[in-house]
T-cell receptor
Framework: KNQVEQSPQSLIILEGKNCTLQ??????????LRWYKQDTGRGPVSLTI?????NTKSNGRYTATLDADTKQSSLHITASQLSDSASYIC????????????FGKGTKLSVIP | SAVISQKPSRDICQRGTSLTIQCQVD?????MFWYRQQPGQSLTLIAT?????????ESGFVIDKFPISRPNLTFSTLTVSNMSPEDSSIYLC?????????????FGPGTRLTVL
């Protein structure tokens, strides 16, 4: 069964600090992995998409890594801002035939002043 | 990016009633989906909205409970029928569009439904 597990479930950090969110998956065959940011009361917004051959991809203060061998990904947030407070969702697309996504439950990040 | 709007943004309904949620996209898309996000849970795919034919439902979701219309390539509706408190959730419309070299998936703002 395809699964995506995220940790931690929630995280509180001080403004300006860095943090790293983890994602482990068992989706097979693998097509790509995406990180989304979901503000409270809003729909998810894409941060990065990574394919099998990509190890690192940055989007401003967000840097995602992918280890396709261990089936792990991380999202590193640098110099956090209050506006980073949101849920971060890891999503893996299967490469098998139809368009199929497996969603993690997300990590709820709270950045406090 | 795709601009997706949903109506209503939120609603509070009585059990036994039905609510229709509208999704409008700023340009034509082939692939359109409806998701449900229950409190503290990940997104769950309800169905793929197919233009000109019946929607394709995922396991655990049926047309009688969640009828879907897709009259054209920019618009779809999802109806939550005979609602119960267990239907309280966020319902999200989503589309897939080519962005650069990837098929990017975009989400609407969601409709927050509370059933009393």
């Amino acid at each position: 069964k395809n699964q995506v597990e995220q940790s931690p479930q929630s995280l509180i950090i001080l403004e300006g600090k860095n943090c790293t969110l983890q994602c482990n998956y068992t989706v097979s065959p693998f097509s790509n992995l995406r990180w989304y940011k979901q503000d409270t009361g809003r729909g998810p917004v894409s941060l990065t998409i990574m394919t099998f051959s990509e190890n690192t991809k940055s989007n401003g203060r967000y840097t995602a890594t992918l280890d396709a061998d261990t089936k792990q990904s991380s999202l590193h947030i640098t110099a956090s801002q209050l506006s980073d407070s949101a849920s971060y969702i890891c999503v893996v697309r299967s490469g098998a035939g139809s368009y199929q996504l497996t969603f993690g439950k997300g990590t709820k990040l709270s950045v406090i002043p | 990016s795709a601009v997706i709007s949903q109506k209503p943004s939120r609603d509070i309904c009585q059990r036994g009633t039905s609510l229709t949620i509208q999704c409008q996209v700023d340009s034509q898309v082939t692939m359109m989906f409806w998701y449900r996000q229950q409190p503290g849970q990940s997104l769950t795919l309800i169905a793929t909205a197919n233009q000109g034919s019946e929607a394709t439902y995922e396991s655990g979701f049926v047309i009688d409970k969640f009828p879907i219309s897709r009259p054209n390539l920019t618009f779809s509706t999802l109806t939550v029928s005979n609602m119960s408190p267990e239907d309280s959730s966020i319902y999200l419309c989503s589309v897939v569009r080519l962005a650069g070299s990837y098929n990017e998936q975009f989400f609407g703002p969601g409709t927050r439904l509370t059933v009393l």
